[in-house]
Structure formats: structure tokens, C-alpha cells
């Protein structure tokens, strides 16, 4: 929930608090807060964060469940795990061992989202997706505007949060069982897997969290899946690095995924869109390079967020600043569903 709260000398900041963790703060309620997002100026996660509520202190937790995700920190949760042994669903998980060739579209940033289920569901309606959420972003699944909107419209069906992120429709310990529980248990036709809000970047070749997108096509490949890369591609960042396609997406799926993927490759016009080509073509040494038209795209990302009321936006940008981004995004969810049929 978030919250107007006022600090000492300070003046107003806004806050957000998760019910579940800290319990419900109430008006006039003394909170304590970490401040550590706002004074480093983030533009993702620019919000006090509410540690507790001194004075009222949450019940304790019952159970049921026995992983505990945000391990060994104050805010250490227990959950139920959908393959832990006290789950209903570990039967259905215990012996899963395919994903039976779902296509699984791995992206980089989690503002990939919306756009690929856009141009998945507008080339496939009805389509059951699930979001598969790692943990190197934003841990709390319910910081993630666009989640809650998705579900809410009704274009995604579920979310699925692995490692030490938590808060979705079902926990796992890990991508694996994450995907395979998006299969065996709620019964996706494909999945989406991106970090959730927030990318940790240094401006290395190996130093930045989406390196685990490599990490997650290799366990879609090993686990039977279809994986389908989608591209980082920006015509509008300001750092060279990531103009075209960005070096986190040649390092991930360059270096890191062992396994063969479909790398999607959107068919943008002009000087750009032949920057674009020859960029990706190393990539087609170890994967499958699928050249997707990008015809109609824009049309359907406004609809769809006319539609779904969620704001498409990456690292500050619509998408009137950064187009190429969204379509490179909406391409391989057009392509996705094509394998579908």
C-alpha cells in the first residue's frame, strides 16, 4: 500500500508499505523507514520503504510452508512453496521433468512485459501466459505496478516467483520449478520470464543483473521448453552501449545461453533497423535468428494500454521516445504465438 508520510525536519516523501511483512499502517501511525531508494535519487523503487510499524507489530506468521525467502535479513518471510512437501501441488511437481515445448519468452527488463504480451495475445487471444518473476530485480512481486494491472484486465493469467523474490500466485525455489509449477500447475501455454522492476547495471560487460536472462534460456532448453529471446533494443537511450541492440542482450544471450534459442529480431526500417541486423547476427552462431515483422505493433501497444490502463515505459521513456523498444518486445510475443499455432 502506499503512503503519504512526513518526517522529522524532512518534509513529505511518499512511502510504500507491504501489509503482509510489516503489517496495515494506520493515519497517524509513527513508521520506520528506510529512505535509502529516494536518497539515491532511483527512478524504479523511488519510494521510502515502511520497515515496521513500532507500535503495532504484525501477528506472527502460522504457516503453512517452510521456505523462507529475503533469507537471514530482518524482513525474512516464510512462505508456501508449490514444490515443498506440504503443498497440494507437490505431487503434480515431484517427478515434472518437460515443459512439453511451451515457448518460455525470456526478456531483460521487466518493462519487457507488457509489450510481450501484447503482441502475443493480439496475434493469439485467449492465450494462458503466466509470468515467471527471478529474484534480480524488485524481491516483493507486489511492487510491480504492471503485474497487478495485467492481472486485473485479464491478459495474464498468473505470476510465479522464484529464488528470493516472493508475492506471487505461487513461490518456487527456483526457475526451474517455477516454470514447470507455470505448466503443471496453473497450466500455461507460454511464459513470460523477466526480472521484476529495477535493473542493476555498472556499465560492464558481466556486471549487471539481466545477465541471468542467458541462465534462463538454458534452463527452458534443459527443461524441454521453447525458448524465445527477446532483444534489448533502444533507438533512444543516450548511452552508446545499449543503442541498437544492447550489450546486456549480446552478453546474455551471446556468451551465457548455452542452448539454442529463437532470438527474435524485428524488422525496423532505415539506417536503425540495419544497425539492428548487424548487431544480432553474431548471435545466429549459436542460436536460430528469426527476422518478425513489426507491421500493426504500434497500434497494439496503444491499445493495449488504453485497454489494460498499464503505463509502458522503460528506464523513463514511452513510447513516443523509445518505439524500437517496445516493438523489439512485441515481436517476440507475435512470435511466440506462432509456435502456439
Not at 108 to 130: F, K, M, N, Q, Y
Not at 137 to 151: C, E, H, K, N, V
Request: glycine share 12%; proline share 7%; net charge negative.
Amino acid at each position: 500500500m502506499e503512503l503519504d508520510t512526513a518526517v522529522d525536519g524532512e518534509g513529505t516523501c511518499r512511502a510504500l508499505a507491504y501489509p503482509a511483512l510489516v503489517g496495515r499502517p494506520e493515519p497517524g501511525d509513527t513508521v520506520l523507514l528506510n529512505t535509502t531508494a529516494l536518497a539515491m535519487g532511483l527512478g524504479t523503487g523511488g519510494y521510502a520503504m515502511v520497515v515496521a510499524v513500532p507500535d503495532r507489530l504484525p501477528p506472527d506468521p502460522t504457516g503453512p510452508g517452510h521456505l523462507v525467502k529475503a533469507r537471514y535479513t530482518p524482513l525474512q518471510a516464510t512462505v508456501l512453496g508449490a514444490d515443498e512437501q506440504d503443498s497440494p501441488h507437490h505431487p503434480a511437481l515431484a517427478d515434472a521433468d518437460s515443459l512439453t515445448g511451451m515457448p518460455v519468452i525470456v526478456a531483460d527488463l521487466h518493462s519487457a512485459l507488457p509489450p510481450i504480451l501484447a503482441g502475443l495475445l493480439a496475434a493469439r487471444p485467449g492465450t494462458r501466459v503466466v509470468y515467471v518473476m527471478p529474484d534480480g530485480g524488485a524481491l516483493p512481486a507486489w511492487f510491480s505496478m504492471s503485474i497487478a494491472q495485467l492481472t486485473a484486465a485479464g491478459a495474464l493469467a498468473a505470476t510465479v516467483t522464484v529464488g528470493q523474490a516472493f508475492g506471487g500466485d505461487l513461490e518456487t525455489v527456483t526457475v526451474h520449478t517455477g516454470l514447470l509449477a507455470a505448466r503443471h500447475v496453473l497450466d500455461a501455454e507460454a511464459v513470460i520470464l523477466a526480472q521484476g522492476p529495477g535493473n542493476l547495471g555498472t556499465g560492464t560487460r558481466w556486471g549487471f543483473s539481466g545477465v541471468a536472462a542467458g541462465e534462463a534460456v538454458n534452463a527452458a532448453a534443459v527443461l524441454s521448453g521453447r525458448p524465445v529471446a527477446s532483444l534489448r533494443i533502444s533507438e533512444g537511450d543516450l548511452r552508446e552501449r545499449h543503442i541498437g541492440v544492447s550489450h546486456h542482450s549480446l552478453t546474455a544471450y551471446g556468451r551465457v545461453a548455452l542452448a539454442p534459442a529463437d532470438v527474435v529480431v524485428p524488422e525496423l526500417t532505415g539506417e536503425f533497423g540495419a544497425r539492428v541486423r548487424e548487431q544480432a547476427r553474431p548471435l545466429g552462431e549459436r542460436h536460430r535468428l528469426v527476422s518478425t515483422p513489426v507491421t500493426g505493433l504500434a497500434d497494439t501497444l496503444q491499445t493495449a494500454e488504453r485497454d489494460w490502463g498499464v503505463r509502458l515505459s522503460t528506464m523513463g521513456r514511452r513510447l513516443d521516445r523509445d518505439l524500437a523498444y517496445f516493438l523489439a518486445a512485441a515481436a517476440a510475443g507475435r512470435h511466440a504465438a506462432a509456435l502456439l499455432g
